[in-house]
């Protein structure tokens, strides 16, 4: 997840972008970044394109700026601001000169959404995150990237009906095959490990559920009610221990399903919890690792990460993990879908739910 500060570099291009607001700074109202061209790599790469909701504004602080607007080309000298407004077809500014070109670039929404700000940041994230690795983006790479940013962008030259029915089968097609719109060695607040094995797995997910910091923490640490809000996962669960008063020390057997036949069988231990901010988890059995769970308030609801780091001991999994490791991660993201939007459901039923502060 992209924090103030953080810097993204791609080395093959060598441009360089410092993220200065995200959206979760500022509630899913803007974000704002500093972009770093070097002299000379022009628009390639660029595919002109528009946005149906809000304009870009941006201001060269040193070097100077080209770019297209419905057409035709303009180029912005240092010191200078100008906008590209909504709906107008355009390339983003590049560098066609001999000097460096130093940009910042900002989004202001008229009304909060942070799901959308935060699909841009993930593209770049995941797209920056690549490059540095030396891999460019493929066809279905895109094509998950691209469905993410809809509807509040589209290419031009293709109607936005038709795009949406392209990229929904393309993106569907590339996720069966392990793409991901977010890579957890890339929005994870932790380091990924080093996986030495094909059956090591690491995921992160996030949320926002539209209810209180304290709903979804009981909803969370109450393993028990799973069956109830999960329950498309989570076929059946069993208390083994009840541990400390805070709830550390807790074990709970599952027992789970995802899209695939299969299903999975392990307990889950309560290994340290810090009300109502994070929650770690030990699991043994079919699946071994830790889980984190990481709640913060924000505007209108409750933001969700999950950090998991699972090694998988179903037998099937792990001998078919190194040929079907994509499609074991396309399960999983069907499960956390399932679960936020059981979550969902469930909260905006205004159940009754014991009160736990751990």
């Avoid at 910042?104 to 009304?111: A, K, M």
């Avoid at 209180?212 to 069993?238: A, H, P």
């Avoid at 399903?257 to 059995?285: A, C, D, N, R």
Wanted: charged share 20%; proline share 7%; glycine share 10%.
């Amino acid at each position: 997840m992209a924090h103030p500060g953080t810097t993204l570099h791609d080395p093959i291009s060598g441009v360089q972008l410092t993220f200065i607001q995200t959206a979760r700074d500022t509630q899913g109202r803007g974000f704002a970044v500093e972009i770093l061209y070097p002299p000379g790599p022009g628009k390639k790469g660029q595919q002109p394109h528009f946005h149906t909701s809000f304009d870009e504004q941006f201001e060269v602080l040193a070097g100077t700026a080209t770019y297209l607007l419905d057409g035709v080309e303009q180029t912005v000298g240092a010191g200078n601001r100008f906008s590209i407004p909504q709906n107008i077809p355009h390339l983003n500014p590049y560098n066609a000169g001999s000097e460096p070109l130093h940009l910042r670039q900002w989004v202001e929404l008229p009304q909060p959404d942070r799901r959308m700000l935060e699909a841009f940041e993930d593209f770049l994230e995941t797209g920056f995150g690549l490059a540095a690795e030396g891999r460019r983006l493929g066809l279905l790479q895109k094509a998950v990237l691209f469905q993410t940013l809809q509807p509040g962008s589209y290419m031009v030259g293709i109607s936005a009906p038709l795009q949406r029915l392209i990229f929904g089968v393309l993106a569907a097609l590339g996720r069966m095959l392990g793409y991901r719109p977010r890579y957890a060695r890339f929005a994870s607040s932790e380091p990924a490990p080093n996986h030495k094995l094909a059956h090591e797995y690491h995921f992160y997910d996030r949320w926002l559920i539209p209810a209180s910091i304290e709903q979804v923490w009981e909803s969370i640490t109450q393993i028990e009610l799973y069956t109830q809000w999960w329950g498309q996962v989570y076929d059946e669960v069993e208390r083994l221990s009840e541990g400390h008063q805070n709830g550390v020390g807790a074990r709970t057997r599952v027992k789970v399903h995802g899209s695939l036949p299969y299903k999975l069988s392990f307990v889950v231990e309560s290994v340290e919890m810090e009300w109502p901010q994070m929650l770690v988890v030990k699991t043994t059995g079919d699946l071994v690792g830790t889980g984190v769970w990481r709640l913060r308030s924000v505007e209108g609801g409750t933001e969700v990460g999950y950090d998991w780091r699972p090694r998988a001991e179903f037998l099937l999994v792990r001998l078919l993990s190194p040929f079907l490791k994509p499609l074991f991660r396309y399960n999983h993201d069907w499960c956390m879908q399932q679960g936020e939007k059981g979550l969902l459901e469930w909260l905006a039923g205004a159940r009754p739910m014991k009160s736990a502060r751990a």
